[in-house]
Nanobody, 124 residues
Framework: QVQLVESGGGLVQAGGSLRLSCAASGRTFSSSAMGWFRQAPGKEREFVAAINWSGRSTYYADSVKGRFTISRDNAKNTVHLQMNSLKPEDTAVYYC?????????????????WGQGTQVTVSS
């Protein structure tokens, strides 16, 4: 079992930056692919970024490519999402997710563990 707790959300102006963190508990973190998803009001949960167990492979949604960076520290059981050049359309609840596989994927159904979410609001 892996438990996930997100932090770092908040209110920021367009063009600003935020860094989300996800702290994981459990012995299997270092062998788990991790992902970030987001959900805006009235919309389905969507893929943002993912990272393989080793951190050597990363994947991004087209909408955030070049602005967001996902990283992980297996020694500290954490995964981060650095978000730069934020836009109002990035406003959503952001969720950290983990799966019991080494390789990440873009679909929410691929993930076994979810955090409670952290709100990100970008004002124009």
């Amino acid at each position: 079992q892996v438990q996930l707790v997100e932090s770092g959300g908040g209110l920021v102006q367009a063009g600003g930056s935020l860094r989300l963190s996800c702290a994981a508990s459990g012995r299997t973190f270092s062998s788990s692919a991790m992902g970030w998803f987001r959900q805006a009001p009235g919309k389905e949960r969507e893929f943002v970024a993912a990272i393989n167990w080793s951190g050597r492979s990363t994947y991004y949604a087209d909408s955030v490519k070049g602005r967001f960076t996902i990283s992980r520290d297996n020694a500290k059981n954490t995964v981060h999402l650095q978000m730069n050049s934020l836009k109002p359309e990035d406003t959503a609840v952001y969720y950290c997710a983990g799966r019991g596989e080494l390789v990440a994927g873009p679909k929410p159904s691929m993930y076994d563990y979810w955090g409670q979410g952290t709100q990100v609001t970008v004002s124009s």
